[in-house]
């Protein structure tokens, strides 16, 4: 498979937050909002397009974070999961970048992911032509996670609270890894969130 060059980011920012009780997109660290932090990495990396998406909370939310050169989308649909947020930010970034190559998709409460981060998955697929690259925890994979266009179509039929691991799982011999051991930390409680203030 041949090395992409037009990349969209989707960043996946429409749940609800209901183990935390408050919208995780805005819990502070270092001195950000943790969307704010996701959405600079995405900006700030080699990709063309970013796309984040939005649903509970959208109104809240939208104000909290700085736009620029990036789309903000709403996904009213939200309460059926994740691939519900899959579909309509990919369905979105073929609408606006209709040439592009290849999406990785992110989440919003992984503090610890950068540009660089980023490039590494834009430059292992340029190196392996695998259309799979996703990030290898150490003991788990996770997002974020790279997909080329062969596979868009799987991706728009992913339904209800499932994400693109379903599609890496069934691809699994067409996957390449990067490590990324602190892929493993994100924010679903208030104690993830004190552990993260405290390190």
Known sequence: MSSVKNIGIVILAAGSSSRLGEPKQLLLYD????????????VYSNANSVIVVLGASADLISKE??????????NKEWEEGMASSVRIG??????ISPLTE????????????????????????????????TCNYGEAIGPPALFHRSLFNELMQLKGDAGARKIIQQ???????????????????NEDYETLKNS
């Open 31 to 42: 001195d950000k909002n943790l969307l704010q932090q996701t959405v600079d990495a995405a």
């Open 65 to 74: 974070i700085n736009k620029m050169n990036a789309h903000i989308i709403e």
């Open 90 to 95: 990919l369905n979105t970034l073929q609408k």
């Open 102 to 133: 290849a999406v990785i998709f992110m989440v919003c409460d992984q503090p610890y992911v950068s540009s660089s981060l980023l490039n590494d998955l834009i430059h292992t697929q340029r190196e392996t032509g695998k259309p799979i690259v």
């Open 171 to 189: 691809h699994s011999d067409e996957v390449a890894t990067i490590l990324f051991t602190k892929g493993k930390i994100d924010i679903d409680t």
